[in-house]
């Protein structure tokens, strides 16, 4: 079956430190990815996606996210966190053509501290 | 710009009372989802639209009912409520159509509590 696993359930950093989440998935077809964030008491908004073209996607907020097919991987940056980056991060698929299969991962809380 | 409107935002339910969720999207979104998230275990998807007048079952459609009463609106409807289907409900639309995926689009959602 598909799946999306999110390495890092909960994150701590300080402000200005660098982040990295980790997303894999199971599905080896061709897949659509995305990055939604989640601030608290808030609903899901996307980060960025990944249909085809550059591997290197930048998102919102200076997010950005390398699709490596070869390694199943998704895996979300910011090279500089701030305190407003507090948030629940959702790595999420779908298989490209079904409209109905997007899988989620179970999130990553991030806290930021200032 | 609404995007995706959701009604209502905070709910308590006794017990084996019913409601609907409502859930309405101006953006011409053919494709409508209902999800549910519980602390630990993400979204889990409880029914979909891909048009008018088609609904699908998803991960978790025990005990809810949805109605896609056209192209703007999907609600959900919890017939006889459980304290199991204390969560927060996020309804979602996406632009799909043949091959073509879009993201999803959320509303802000509804946190039920069933007591």
């Known amino acids: 079956a598909q799946s999306v696993s999110q390495h890092n359930h909960h994150v701590i950093l300080s402000e200005a430190a660098s982040l990295e989440l980790g997303c894999n998935y199971s599905?080896?077809?061709?897949?659509?990815l995305f990055w939604y964030v989640q601030y608290p008491g808030q609903h899901l908004q996307l980060l960025l996606k990944?249909?085809?073209?550059d591997p290197l996607v930048k998102g919102i907020k200076g997010f950005e996210a390398e699709f490596i097919k070869s390694k199943f991987s998704f895996n979300l940056r910011k090279p500089s966190v701030q305190w407003s980056d507090t948030a629940e991060y959702f790595c999420?698929?779908?298989?490209?053509?079904?409209?109905?299969?997007?899988?989620w991962g179970l999130g990553t809380s991030l806290a930021v501290n200032p | 710009n609404a995007g995706v409107t959701q009604t209502p935002k905070f709910q308590v339910l006794k017990t084996g009372q019913s409601m609907t969720l409502q859930c309405a999207q101006d953006?011409?979104?053919?494709?409508m989802y209902w999800y549910r998230q519980d602390p630990g275990m993400g979204l889990r998807l409880i029914y979909y639209?891909?048009?008018?007048?088609?609904?699908d079952k998803g991960e978790v459609p025990n005990g809810y009912n949805v109605s896609r009463l056209n192209k703007r609106e999907f609600s959900l409807r919890l017939e006889s409520a459980a304290p199991s289907q204390t969560s927060v409900y996020f309804c979602?639309?996406?632009?799909?159509?043949?091959?073509?995926?879009?993201?999803?689009?959320f509303g802000q959602g509804t946190r039920l509590t069933v007591v």
């Open positions: 979602a639309s996406s632009a799909t159509g043949g091959t073509r995926y879009t993201e999803a689009f």
């Open positions: 953006m011409n979104h053919n494709s």
């Open positions: 639209s891909a048009s008018e007048g088609t609904t």
């Open positions: 599905y080896g077809g061709t897949v659509n």
């Open positions: 990944y249909f085809s073209g």
């Open positions: 999420a698929v779908v298989k490209a053509g079904n409209n109905r299969k997007l899988i």
